[in-house]
């Protein structure tokens, strides 16, 4: 998070002294220190000055006491402001006695102390004067520097008293704290959408602007956050940092982690209102959501085609450029996604990881799971607005309802034939190429497709499938 302007570092004894390091060329900034700098600060009183202190352990215990949200032992007695130490209200009182002003020419944010000033302008420079001994990362100050440190030595020192749970920063226990009490402080003027942090706000300021100032310098693709960008580089270098300790399998993020381990806990937390549906992440519960109102915000410049995520939409465009960018490593095959390269690389290995409870049928992806349990439940959520017909799976109501607008967006290239669905396309192209993939493996016969294929199996193993009532 970022500190407040007027920040000060008050140890004079037992602190640890850092490393100065003069000249530092790393230019990397906390998403929320950058964006609060231009996107918030006009005056150094838009936040209440505090001290931190990173002293022996013999004190740690006492300083911490004080800094505990209800104790606060100094008060100014101008504008009732609160604070830790007394010094500390020294520092605010010259905000109201101080007539002498540091203003910054290149953001126009205005300090009543030298200090403060000489601290701002180091975002502009880039000057980190304290290292970590540890690990070498640099910081332009001394309190990020002991709020770092805790990393390496776990120390949490900062507890919610609602909950237990603990945190390295008092302001990550204030923003916490707002989990429980609902609050959400920071208002979007355009749109009105609420936050519990400044930095939410923020980032979030930039769906309106457009502003993407985190680039990949690899393939040039930008973003709103730097975690985001982060988290793209790894695509790049194939970095996976976050590993699952009950299937080895291993993630970009720790999001995508937190998220895998509940198919192993069955935890799905996110719960939709109108049908009671669970989900194990937000993102899948939002996306779901659009099915009851029907919005698609994404939509294809190409052909119009909405969708409800952007994930969707960037897979679907590559169906006009060709794009095929993953490839199996064992076959050569490439696919549009990474998810479809992932269910396709599990006919390799035979791996089928999601199981039915209720049959023990086991399955290559999860979604196939998901759609074999409703024949358990008899669940068809998906309902045809035109003649009330439902369906399990949305992309079977999608196909139905092509019925009544008429609607066959499959062509093919070389008789101009159209079809409402793409299966049905690639049925008719293997008739004029002569292709037969599906093989027999009893008497070796090939058929065009898997359902003519299942049909004459069946004279082998002697199934009648199909009883007259």
Known sequence: MLKPEGLQSCCPEGEIRPEMKANSTEGSYPVEEMDLQRFMHKRPDNFASREFCVAHQNSSHIEHQRMQPEEKSSENNQCRKNFIHRSSVVGHDRIHTSKESYDCKQYGNTFNESSSFAIHQRLHTGEKLYECKQCGKTFNQRSHLAVHQRMHTLEKPYECKQCGKTFKQMSYVAVHQRMHTGEKPYECMECGKTFNTRSHLAVHHRIHTGEKPYECKQCGKKFKVRSHLVQHQRLHTGEKPYECKQCQKTFTS????????????????????????????????????????????????????????????????????????????????????????????????????????????????????????????????????????????????????????????????????????????????????????????????????????????????????????
């Open 254 to 469: 720790a999001l995508g982690l937190a998220t895998h381990l509940r198919i192993h806990s069955g935890e799905k937390p996110f719960e939709c209102k109108q049908c009671g549906r669970t989900f194990t992440c937000n993102s899948n519960l939002s996306r779901h959501q659009r099915i009851h109102t029907g919005e698609k915000p994404y939509e294809c410049k190409h052909c119009g085609k909405t969708f409800t995520c952007t994930t969707s939409l960037i897979v679907h465009q590559r169906m006009h450029t060709g794009e095929k960018p993953y490839e199996c490593k064992q076959c050569g095959k490439k696919f549009t996604s990474t998810s479809s390269l992932t269910v396709h690389q599990r006919i390799h290995t035979g791996e089928k990881p999601y199981e039915c409870n209720q049959c023990g049928k086991a399955f290559t992806r999860i979604s196939s799971l998901s759609l074999h349990q409703r024949v358990h439940t008899g669940e068809r959520p998906y309902e045809c607005n035109q003649c009330g017909k439902t369906f399990n799976q949305m992309s079977h109501l999608a196909v139905h309802q092509r019925l009544h607008t008429g609607e066959r967006p499959y062509e093919c290239k070389e008789c101009g034939k159209t079809f409402n669905q793409r299966s049905h396309l690639v049925i008719h192209q293997r008739m004029n190429s002569g292709e037969k993939p599906y093989e027999c493996n009893q008497c070796g016969m090939t058929f065009m497709c898997s359902s003519s294929l299942d049909v004459h199996q069946r004279i082998h193993t002697g199934m009648k499938s199909y009883e007259c009532n």
